[in-house]
């Protein structure tokens, strides 16, 4: 079982208008503060945020209370003019976390009013996550002979098929810069790495290397997913033939 929290700048569009049309740079700002905000608060308590849009994020709460996410939104209400909502969820699988969590916020299942928070919580399951850190090999190679402009469309081309294909795995893609990419895995996305991987060097000449994390909490299975991925390039850089998928 996964449990997510999503949140959301409420009422974002209409505070955006008042600010003029001169504001394109205070949003910029805004939303990079509040994201090193977000991220310092729940990686405080084991946590990751993955950052959606700039005015969404997903975080994998496993571990976490309503009491924590109270605490949370205290400290943000501190911080920042704007305000946010949390809508919380759990399931067998990320993309059911998500649609869980989806779920209380339309038909307004309030866990704590004052503070904006929606969903459901439930501490009576086991809480698990698994993270794929999917990277991209030798991408320095191809800065020979694309732009960097080109090696970013690139990117987010790539960005797109994994998000496609690992929904289909009820799964949730992110995209963490440079040419780093972590899932939210379910059990079937796990199994089905090494295939995909496959397709992308068949199709597109595209070699990717794949550290997995399994864990309690988003934080450790992060860690985890990251050192599997840097065992790969271990592997690599001493001469051995490596493995696209190490899993921890
Ligand atoms: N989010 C994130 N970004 C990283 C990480 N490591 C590297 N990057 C970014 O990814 C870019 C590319 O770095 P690498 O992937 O190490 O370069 P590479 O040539 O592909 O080398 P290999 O991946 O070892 O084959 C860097 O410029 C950073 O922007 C990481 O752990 N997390
Ligand atoms: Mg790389």
Redesign the pocket.
Known sequence: MIQLSILKITEYGPWTLTLGSDREHELQMLQASLYKQVQQLFSAKNCLVFLNRSDEFFVVSNGLTLEDHVEIQKSLKKLFKITLTISIGYGNTPFEANLKAYDGKQNNVILNEEHDIFGFIENKFEFNVSIM?L???????KRNNNSPYEISLQIFELYSKIGRYFIEKNSLTFF?????YMVVASDDAKNSVQNFINIIKNDHNISL?CGIGNAKTSRDAVKLA?KS?DTI?EIRDSGKQKPDVYEL
Do not use: A, K, Y
């Open positions: 850190h990277d991209v090999d030798n991408l320095e190679s963490m810069g440079g040419d780093n290397n990251t991925l390039r």
